[in-house]
């Protein structure tokens, strides 16, 4: 089968939303060239491997990839992609030189192209990002290692979005706890809510691509029987009392529309942890939060984006 590349030159800021775009049209599989990653400093005490090559990345920006199948419908695919990348102006995103550019690839290099800018990572005091293909021994007896393929679903389980929810997750996340997943995508929070000790995990997406993405990753981390997954839009529907904590790494515009919505399935004292916010929207996700009877315990920073842990009151 023959592929489309399509390669947006964008900002970091724009690169959640583009995704989420690319992601909603179609596309099986992003990859994310982000020139800050060359001059990031890391680590080499938990096995990973860096192999970049500064030829990769742009010298500024960031191009986001992704890959549609060449048919019939592919021009009309790519100028709804174009509308909708410009529409995100009308949320104040800054979406850079927005340069597109199409060109075409076979299906072998597809494939596996996207795979070397994924490696194990250790992203937190106690979990560590595996990727499936790669060999990786343990640092210490009490590490916690997430198996990760996230195939067509969106989500590698390493961007900064995913990073501060799995941290503020350490945090808020109890022995015992029954916790709500909002948006799975590769299934990666609620993976890590399950080894922290959740008795019950329900992950919702309404993506069923990503339904059966994630369904194989809890299966390949044996919590199969701690994670149940469904296709469902946000929090319709559940019962209101239903978790101690609810996750969501989504974009803060989504964030806004249900902040009543996880109030009530939230438990007295229960936790939201809200993340996919970048600066700007900060502000305002934090009043809707509190509007709907939150206090803001913490606000987690990493690169441009921020993630919020919330107490109901």
């Not at 194989?216 to 839009?233: A, D, H, P, T």
């Amino acid at each position: 089968m023959k592929w489309s590349e399509i390669s947006i030159h964008t900002t970091n800021e724009a690169v959640e939303p583009i995704s989420h775009i690319l992601h909603e049209a179609g596309a099986s599989g992003v990859v994310i060239e982000d020139p800050f990653e060359l001059t990031k400093e890391r680590e080499d005490q938990f096995g990973e491997i860096y192999q970049l090559n500064p030829d990769d990345y742009p010298e500024e920006g960031v191009i986001v990839k992704a890959y549609l199948p060449v048919n019939s419908f592919l021009g009309e695919t790519v100028d709804a992609i174009k509308d909708s990348i410009n529409n995100l102006i009308i949320y104040n995103i800054d979406i850079g030189l927005n340069k597109v550019t199409i060109s075409e690839v076979n299906e072998e290099e597809w494939a596996t192209a996207w795979k070397k800018y994924y490696n194990p990572v250790k992203i937190s005091e106690k979990f560590t990002i595996v990727p499936t293909w790669e060999i990786y021994n343990p640092v210490s007896s009490d590490e916690l290692i997430i198996e990760l393929d996230p195939g067509m679903a969106f989500g590698t389980g390493t961007h900064p979005t995913t990073v501060m929810c799995i941290q503020a997750l350490e945090r808020a996340v109890k022995s015992g706890d029954r916790v709500i997943d909002v948006g799975t995508g590769s299934g990666v929070l609620s993976i890590a809510a399950a080894m922290l000790g959740a008795v019950d995990v329900r992950a919702y997406d309404l993506d069923e691509v990503a339904v059966t993405q994630a369904k194989l990753n809890i299966k390949l981390n044996k919590v199969n029987e701690v994670v149940s997954i469904s296709q469902n839009n946000l929090l319709d529907g559940v019962e209101e009392n239903a978790a101690d904590v609810v996750v969501a790494n989504i974009l803060a515009e989504v964030i806004l529309r249900f902040t009543d919505d996880v109030a009530k399935v939230l438990k007295p004292d229960g936790y939201f942890i809200a993340s996919g916010i970048i600066q700007q929207k900060k502000d305002q996700v934090k009043d809707a939060l509190v509007a709907s009877g939150f206090d803001i315990v913490e606000t987690i920073l990493m690169e441009d984006w921020v993630a919020l842990i919330a107490k109901r009151v």
